[in-house]
C-alpha cells in the first residue's frame, strides 16, 4: 500500500513560483532519504534536491541553490518542494523519491531510490 503522489505542479510565468508536495502513504517517511528529481522527455533524469535520512540535512544541485527550498512535514507525512524564481529551464516532471538506504541522499543514485511517485508537470513559460 505504499504510494507517493505528487502534486502542485503546473504553469506560471518565468519569475513565478510554485510548491510541490509529495504526500505519503503506507510508509513513515521520517524513516527515509527523499528525493526530488525532473525529467523532460527524451533526456535524462536530473536530481535537484533531497532530504538526507541520517541527519536530515537538505541539500540542493547547484542550477536549484537559493531558488528552491526541500522541507517535510511529519504531521503531515509530507514533503514539498518551495520553487522560486522559476525559469524556463525548470520545465519538466517532477518526481519524489524516497531511499531506505545510501549515505549520501545528494548523490541522487537512481538504484538508491527504490520507491517513486508518478510525477507532476512543472512548466514554465511566458
Known amino acids: 500500500q505504499l504510494q507517493l503522489v505528487e502534486s502542485g505542479g503546473g504553469l506560471v510565468q518565468p519569475g513565478g513560483s510554485l510548491r510541490l508536495a509529495c504526500a505519503a502513504s503506507?510508509?513513515?517517511?521520517?524513516?527515509?532519504?527523499i528525493g526530488w528529481f525532473r525529467q523532460v522527455p527524451g533526456k535524462e533524469r536530473e536530481g535537484v534536491s533531497c532530504?538526507?535520512?541520517?541527519?536530515?540535512?537538505?541539500h540542493y544541485v547547484d542550477s536549484v541553490k537559493g531558488r528552491f527550498t526541500i522541507s517535510r512535514d511529519n504531521a503531515k507525512n509530507t514533503v514539498y518542494l518551495q520553487m522560486n524564481s522559476l525559469k524556463p529551464g525548470d520545465t519538466a516532471v517532477y518526481y519524489c523519491?524516497?531511499?531506505?538506504?545510501?549515505?549520501?541522499?545528494?548523490?541522487?543514485?537512481?538504484?538508491?531510490?527504490?520507491?517513486w511517485g508518478r510525477g507532476t508537470q512543472v512548466t514554465v513559460s511566458s
Open positions: 503506507g510508509i513513515t517517511l521520517d524513516n527515509y532519504s
Open positions: 523519491a524516497i531511499s531506505s538506504g545510501g549515505y549520501y541522499c545528494e548523490n541522487y543514485v537512481m538504484y538508491e531510490y527504490e520507491y
Open positions: 532530504i538526507n535520512r541520517s541527519d536530515g540535512s537538505a
